[in-house]
């Protein structure tokens, strides 16, 4: 029987998810999202193949778990950075930034390897609230700011972000990209405001 090398079997178990969850993050960014498998992923953890099934039906539920772990972070990351602002514009200008730094870093390079999987249909619901959660901290901003319609203005800023992370993937230079891209949404969310 393997050691535990947590305090509680819950925290022992915590520990080997993330274990797993690493390993699969490591092979998808080494080699894309489809050399995700459970024997890859055990032998990179060092585990067995029935160690990995303990925690994850499939090699698409780990993946699964994978998408929603980096979207829950990267929404955690733009939370705390849009909460640094004093005003709601302010707010909405640092997410723009933050969202668009995350391309221009290459820190999206995950998502995008997990891109090329067949996720399982059952956790599609999961994988969209995550994704959702994205776009949780400019609601009250916008709110604040006097637009009526929130869901367009939404619309309107993930088309332009989702836009502006092309052109900075393409090669584009993006400080130039996100300073425009902050400049144009701004504008633009002060209009529906009116």
């Given at each position: 029987m393997p050691k535990i090398e947590t305090q509680t079997l819950a925290q022992h178990r915590d520990w080997r998810r993330s274990q797993l969850i690493e390993a699969a993050a490591a092979i998808a960014l080494e080699s894309g999202?489809?050399?995700?498998?459970?024997?890859?992923?055990?032998?990179?953890?060092?585990?067995?193949?029935t160690s990995v099934y303990e925690y994850f039906a499939s090699s698409a539920d780990l993946a699964a778990d994978l998408v929603i772990d980096?979207?829950?972070?990267?929404?955690?990351?733009?939370?705390?950075?849009?909460e640094a602002g004093d005003t709601p514009?302010?707010?909405i200008d640092l997410w723009i930034e933050g969202s668009l730094q995350y391309i221009a870093d290459g820190r999206h390079l995950l998502a995008k390897a997990l891109n090329a999987i067949d996720l399982p249909r059952n956790r599609s619901a999961a994988i969209g609230g995550a994704h959702g959660a994205l776009l949780a901290p400019l609601r009250s901003k916008l709110v604040e700011l006097g637009i009526s319609d929130i869901n367009f203005a939404l619309t309107l800023i993930q088309s332009i972000t989702d836009g502006a992370s092309r052109r900075i993937e393409s090669g584009d230079d993006a400080d130039l990209v996100i300073t425009s891209t902050r400049e144009f949404c701004i504008a633009g969310l002060t209009a529906l405001a009116r």
């Open positions: 999202g489809e050399a995700i498998t459970v024997a890859a992923v055990a032998a990179r953890a060092g585990l067995s193949r980096e979207l829950n972070s990267f929404a955690q990351e733009l939370k705390v950075i849009s514009v302010e707010a």
